[in-house]
């Protein structure tokens, strides 16, 4: 009978042995992957500004802080005019750039450090991150991976440099350091503007502090600005670079990147970018200024 025969089925497939699961994939047996070895004495130093992101990260931050009405519309332009003044005229003329020095951190004066770490982490979640180099952020992953550790050196405040950093999940930052008392800014700065030979000079002390051998080392930028920082390391990279500096390196003979688009490389001279910058102040100036007649 069907039922018969069903149920001698059933006390067959009883009487066999426990059915044998297939080994499982080798992705699911794997354990995590163990993290790279230290290599101690190779790092990468990033520039910001046009190497790690587009445009300029003082910039941003001061544009953030005017939305904010942190400062005053007024303050922005004639910020983004500085900028002009000192990327076209100041390049490496010391009275400009004792100018720059008097004046870079002087919107902070009476500002509370942690304040600043604050905006600077607002500001960065919200203008900064969309802006980073896909391309350079990978190079900067690639050293990591490689177990070596990742600076960023930038003229911008040391405070927003260790926000990019952090967010980045690189080692740390090098830059403009900002003189503190009573937890509190004082408007002047403590050492040098971190620009041209002073960003080599940072290296060359953090590489003394860490044991680093810059024969080993690698440094990025896109400006000829910082031919001392490139210069000193045994594997330098143009990234982005200006014309100059793209001179200059097929020049050495160093490898170069270009992170942009074929259009944008070819227009992205220093008036151009220093006008985009007096550009974007205006925008950023009339949106405050309409926002403050309407509130």
């Not at 830059?175 to 937890?183: F, K, R, Y």
């Not at 910082?226 to 390391?233: F, K, Y």
């Not at 001179?247 to 006008?275: H, L, N, S, Y």
Request: hydrophobic share 45%.
């Amino acid at each position: 009978m069907p039922g018969t025969r069903a149920g001698r089925r059933g006390r067959g497939a009883a009487a066999t042995p426990s059915t044998v699961h297939p080994p499982l994939p080798d992705s699911a047996q794997e354990t995590a992957a163990p993290p790279p070895a230290p290599d101690p004495t190779a790092a990468a130093f990033f520039d910001v500004d046009n190497t790690m992101m587009r445009g300029a990260s003082i910039y941003w931050f001061a544009r953030g802080l005017a939305a904010r009405r942190y400062v005053t519309v007024g303050d922005l332009l004639r910020f983004a005019l500085r900028q002009v003044r000192f990327r076209l005229l100041a390049t490496e003329h010391s009275g400009h750039i004792d100018l720059a020095r008097q004046s870079a951190l002087a919107f902070v004066a009476g500002w509370r450090v942690a304040d600043m770490e604050r905006l600077a982490e607002e500001i960065y979640d919200e203008s900064m991150a969309s802006r980073i180099w896909p391309g350079t952020r990978r190079r900067a992953e690639q050293h990591l991976a490689a177990g070596q550790r990742v600076w960023l050196v930038t003229a911008a405040p040391v405070e927003l440099g260790r926000v990019i950093a952090a967010r980045l999940g690189l080692t740390g930052a090098i830059g403009t350091v900002a003189e503190v008392a009573d937890g509190v800014y004082t408007g002047a700065l403590d050492g040098d503007l971190m620009h041209g030979p002073a960003k080599a000079e940072a290296i060359t002390a953090l590489a003394a502090a860490e044991g680093l051998d810059l024969s080993r080392c690698s440094a990025y930028s896109d400006s000829i600005n910082d031919l001392p920082m490139l210069s000193m390391v045994g594997h330098p990279v143009a990234v982005n670079p200006d014309p100059q500096l793209r001179r200059e390196a097929r020049r050495r003979g160093w490898e170069v990147c270009d992170f942009r688009t074929a259009r944008k490389a070819a227009r992205i001279g220093a008036p151009v970018a220093a006008a985009g910058a007096v550009a974007g102040a205006v925008v950023a100036a009339t949106a405050v200024r309409r926002r403050t007649r309407r509130s």
